[in-house]
């Protein structure tokens, strides 16, 4: 379904997580794709907790996670209006405008828009690709995919600024800035678990990795085993299937 939303041009309306999520999106531009739903399956809230969205979008992320995690209070924070107003609607479509806070703002001004704020969770799918490398043509998903004023290190830096003592962070990139995930929580975060994702068993290498982290943790690195998204013959594996289909926790 289609339809023209003032705020962002054309839209649709889509489903997630077997139809229990509906999605208002930009038709064209950045659109949802697997990575905000492994990454709402992959953090562990329980009833009671806090929860920021850096760079919610739409809401995806959020809107998952609060499907799979009654309970929990979500702010979703997100700096392009458009998105933000649609990630609002999709709150209300959901009739989650109780459990997920939309905030439209700047990550790197969040002392202005959440205060002095901080969350047991912090979970963000960044700008994947350094300003210089984003080659996107549409504004929206390029400003979505590539960083801006705000290199990976710094969005790292205002998520960790946003987590109180002991809490956790939760973030899904491309598997080739790794190395900048881990310099930007070194000395800051500890007890770093990281899980590749690829495409099939067969792939040489992963595309994207999960990574986690407890704020003044000290304990060891875990690599975990990959996760691996499709049979050979394309189809999801079943333990996709399980997060994709049926709000299922990565665990």
Known sequence: MTETHPSCAATTEDRLLGGRIV???PEHGYRVAVDPVLLAAAVDAVPGETVLDAGAGTGAVALCLAARCPGV???ALERDPALAMLARRNADANAAADTVAVVCGDLALAHRNLGGTIYDHVMTNPPYMPIDRG?????VRRDAHAEGEMDLAGWLDCCLRRLKPRGRIHVVQRADRLDDILAALHGRAGAIRIRPIQAKTSSPAAGRVLVQARKGGR????LLSPFVLHEEDGRYTERTQVILRDAGALA
């Open 219 to 222: 304990g060891p690195l875990q």
């Open 73 to 75: 209070a979500v702010t």
């Open 23 to 25: 999605l208002h999106q």
């Open 135 to 139: 080659t996107a043509p549409e504004p």
